[in-house]
Structures are given as C-alpha cells and as structure tokens.
C-alpha cells in the first residue's frame, strides 16, 4: 500500500508541480502535503561534476556550495554582409560628392531610380569606402519589392537581421519583432543598406533603435513617405554619354573599342544611358570575343526586338525588369503606363493622359504622380513628362499585347481630336480670320490649358506643343483620317504666321495637301495650297511658292468665289515679289486689290496695300508708299488686327528712312516692336531689330546699326528663317572695321 501510495504521490506531485510551476510557495506546499501524507521524506541532490541546465525549481532547503557558470563567450562575427561593388562601376561622381553631404546630414538615405539605372552599384561603391565608420557591424537585406514571390515581410526581413547579432528566439510578430531588432541595435554603431524596396511601410519597422546607425535605402520608387522619418533623397538618372562608354571599354578592353569606336558609340546611344542595358551588351560582347559591336547595333536597331536583344542568361533583362515594376503597379496607373507607349511624341502632360484613358486631367495627373512615383516616368517640371527610349519600347509592347486594337485607335482618336480642338480655339483667338466660322465636330476632352482671352498664352501653347502637334497631324495621315490630318494642319496656321518654323510648316502641308485631296475637298485643298506657299516662300523658294499659287488659282477660277481668287493672286504676287519680279508682282496686287473691294472684303484690301506699297518701296518711291501705309495702319487697327497694323508700321519705318524722316521712322519702328513683342512674333521683332539696324547706318551709327543686327540675325536663327543669310552678310560688313 505504501508503494501503490507512494508512486500515486509521485504522480500527483509531478502533475501539481507543473500546474502551480510559477508559484514558490504553492509548490512548497504541495511537498509538505507529500511527505506528511505518504511518510516519505523528499529530497533533492546535486553532486560530483553533475551539471543542471534548462529552467530548474528548487523548492525547500539547499544544502552546501552552489556555484553558478556563466556561458562561453559567444563566437558570432561582427556582421560584414555588403556585396561587393561591381568591378566595372564607373563615373557618377556627382552623384557620389552628393552621398557625401546627404550621409552627413541624415541617418537614413534614399536613393531612387528606374529600374536598370544602377542604383545598387552606386550605393555599393560608395559604402565600401565608409566601412569602417560602422565598427559594430555592416548588415544587407533584399525587400524584393519587385521580386516574382512578391516583396519581403517586415518579420522575415527582421528575422535575418536579429540572427545575424546572434538572436535566435525571434518575436512571432512584426511589432515585437521590430521592439527587439530597437533594443538589439542600442547604441551601436552599425549600416544598413535596404535593396529594392517598395514602400515606406516595407523600410518603416526596420530603423535601428540608434542615433548611431546609418540606413540607406536603394528603390526604384521614390519612398517620399520616409520624409517624415528624416530621410533625405537622391535620385539617380541615367548615364551620360562618357560614363556608359567608359563601362563599355572597361568590360570589352580598350584594343576592341578602338577598333570599331563608331560602333561603340552607337551602342552606347541606343542604350541611352540606361546602365543595366550597356553592362548587358558588354557582358554579351565579353563572352563572345568573335562577336562585332557593329552586329550587337543591328541587333538594336531593331526596335521591336531591341528589349528582346538585351538578354542575360538567354533572358530579356530590361523587359524582365521593366515587368516587374509594372507588375507593382495597381490597374489604373498600368493602363495609363501602356497607353502612354502609344504616344508618337516623347514629351507628354496630363492634358495627354487625360485623352488616352479618357478620363478629366485631374484624374491623369494623380497617375502620372504614381507613374513618376515608381520611376517609370521621369518629371521634368511643372507638367512634363517623358519616357525613357527602353521604357517607352517597352509601354508599346504592352500596349500592342494587352490592348485591343479598338482601344488602341480610339485611344489614339482622342488625342488627335483633343489637339485639333485646342488648335481651333487658338486660332480662333489669334488669326480669327483665318479660323472663319467653320465646324469641325470635334468635342473638346477637357478644359483649355490657356485662358480663352489669352493670346500670348495660346501663342506659347501652339510653340510649345509644335512637337506634339506634328506628331498628332504624322498619326492622323498614318490611321488614314484625313480629314483630322488636314484640318489639324490648318488649324496651326497662327504658329507658321507669327513664329514662321518654315520647315516644319513645309512638311506638314504637303502631308496636308495630300489629306485634303484624298477627303475630296476643294476648299481645304485651296486652303492647303494657298497657306503651303507662303511656307515655301518664307523658306526662299519663289518658284515651287508660285506653282502653288498657280494651282490655288486656277482651282478658284473653276470652282470657287472672287474671295478666293483674290487670295491666290495675292499670294502670286508675293512669290513674284521675293523672285525680284517687282513688275509681274505689282500686277497681281492689283488685281488682287479690285477683286478684294468688289467683294467687300477690307482687311484683305489692306494686306494688299501694304504689299502694293513694299514693291513701290523696292522700285525707290518710298515717298508714294508713306500715304497707303499710314492708311492702312490705320484702317487695320480700328478693324481690331494689331499684328497687321504693325507689319504697316514696320514698313512705314522703312519708308521714313529712305525719306530721311529718321525721328518719326523710330517712332514707327518702336511701336511696331512693341506691337510684335506682345502679339509673340519673333519673326517680326527680327525684322524690325533689321529695319533699326538700317535707321543706324542711315544716321551713322554703326555701332548700333551693328547691334541691331547682330540681335536680329540671332532671332532669324532662332526661328530658322531664310532672312538669315542677309543679315549675316551684313554684320560680317559692319564687324570688319572691328576685327
């Protein structure tokens, strides 16, 4: 009975000592209660080398000596765990002089960029130097915020970073977790470098718990979240031209370089700076010593497949990149990024997102700040975008993947008639004579980006947008939408008449031309021969200028009014004119002239008295052309055309000065230039610059007259008029003495 008692006891005791474990004085009960139950003395005893480990409880007396051993020191590395730097990193010195002075002034860094920039390697090259300002330790840790299995947790990512300082309970949660990985990192002086991150949430819980501590974070997104956190940013962009050369050679060898340098060169421009894309074909190049560099160019020029020919491993690596950015990215913001592949111009606003998804420009400019955001577009200010060359390839090639070909054109559709729109309206507002009251039956997408009163504003709008909008006119001919293309052109006439862009206006009238008599319409086919002439006169071209006035002509003759007759012979006369034709000239405008008053038409008979009064002017008689030149100016300004009127007062100028009237042709001349300064014409501000050169030499000032022109001929360049020429001669004529 006492056996069965005593194991019964045994078992009691094991089982209540595991209950009430954590309670002293419980357990020192229950073994009271065991030896006056059971009669069974209890006791415990350690001897000889007897070593305890694990949690112990000693409950009652202790008896001899007890020693307590303190653990083997531990044997875990201080942690050195930075890759090293690739062996081929080379330029970006600025932006290491500004790792300097940001490292200096905050505890966490934030470099971002777009994918393939080499974000890494800059940061890599530039911590290997500064190892040793962070004796505790130099930690790393990939967040693969673009990686296939998705980004990292802040718990796994805590993990590694507590077992490499030798932490092997790790806290089941995030929080706990990031409160230990604080405390284990107090006050000590460490680096930590955080690749390919995704979010500020992602990096937020992995702060050391020290002032002491250095963060630098690589992410193809800009984390402008961790401001609030003191983080400073630098963003990385591409190479230049040198720089990627230089990585090229370093990895191919000088001897192979210089043996094909145009070739090296091509390679570097079609990589455009993108250092992923120039250490792939270097890589590709070094492994396959046979291999040309003129080959790996053809391989790139062919640019549907010049993503899929920078391969590493057999693998599109920038695509692959590129894919996975995008792959981060929520729907709206992915559908914008492919649309904006679609663009035929590399320049782009929320104006053009704002068509291409069709959705109001407040909506686009909260994409674009998510694109940008991620890097896959760059900013250049206020409203500006672009693409980089790959990363557009590679919008276009989701694009043409994920997008059917009805969204495609109507996306397209959009933005052709959303520049059309805001062309009308600005020629509405500059050339209201030449906008008429036609219909084009084309909604505007979104509101205006100038003021419908503004002319400078319109005028500045049409001169920036001369890139986008020859690209909408090149799109509309290449979809075969004729009638868009021809109207498009011709609703940009205020921009080839103020600011003149002789070449482009040559091109995109004849593609007009083209549209206009592929639509069947005679009156936009006048249009575009009439208004295309004048283009080709003002690139100095008097006989192609006149064959258009011809046709114009003669398609008025057979089809069209006395109005439209008018305008081609007064166009004919200009031809004439500039072909030194003074006679041939003098008798178009006047016929020109009787049709324009038989029809009423009074503006249009005062542009042809100037013209009348500018041959007189040619044939010496400046004294018959003062009059009609007063009269018209006049007559101009109250019918509300400041621009003619000064286009009169210039020419009035020029006469008073072959008069000797020098006082009053300044006068003229000054008010015409302020005239044209606020109507935006640089053409004309260049001519009167001409016309006041020729007031200083008539009053022997050459000095000044050498000025004037030196500052008109600048103008001419600037908006690549054929007057250039002359008026180069004659500064080379005044500056002689000088030299």
Known sequence: MVAQSVDQGDELAELAVRQAAADARTAQAVWVWLEASAGVRVENAISGSAQVSGNVLQVGEVRGDVHLHAPAASTIPVPRQLPLPPAQFTGRLAELDALDQLGAESRVLVVNGPAGVGKTALLLSWLHGRTERFPDGQLHADLRGHGPEGPASALATLGGLLRAFGVDRIPGEADEAAALWRSVTAGRRILLMLDNALTAAQVRPLLPGTADAAVVVASRNRLTGLGVDGAAFLSVGLLDEVAAAGLLVRRIGDRRAQAEPAAVGQVVARCAGLALAVSLVAARLAARPQLTVAAVVAALDRENGRLAALRLDGEPAVQSALDASCACLAAAPARLYRRLGLLPFGEFGADDAAALIDEPPLVAEELLDSLAEANLVEELGADRYRFHDLVRLHAALLARTEESDADVEAALGRVVEWYLATARTAERLLTPSHAGQREDNRRQHQGLPFAPDDQAAALAWLDQKRTQLAAAVRTAVGQHWDRPAWQLVDAMHPLFLRLRAPELGDELHRLGLAAARRDGNPAAVARMLTDGARRLDNLGKPEESGAWYQQAYELARTGGGLKEQAQALHGLGRSHRSAGRLTEAQECFQEALRLREAVGYQRGAELTRLLLAEVAMARGRPESAVPELESAHRSLMSLGDPYEAARALAF??????????????????????????????????????????????????????????????????????????RLSEAVRRLAAPEG
């Open 652 to 725: 009035l100028g020029q006469a008073r000065t072959a008069l000797g009237r020098f006082d009053a042709a300044a006068q003229a001349l000054e008010e015409a230039a302020g005239l044209f300064r606020a109507a935006g014409s640089a053409y004309w501000e260049a001519r009167v610059l001409e016309l006041s050169g020729q007031l200083a030499e008539a009053r022997d000032t050459p000095e000044q007259a050498l000025a004037c022109y030196r500052e008109s001929l600048a103008r001419y360049q600037q908006v690549g008029a054929a007057d250039r020429d």
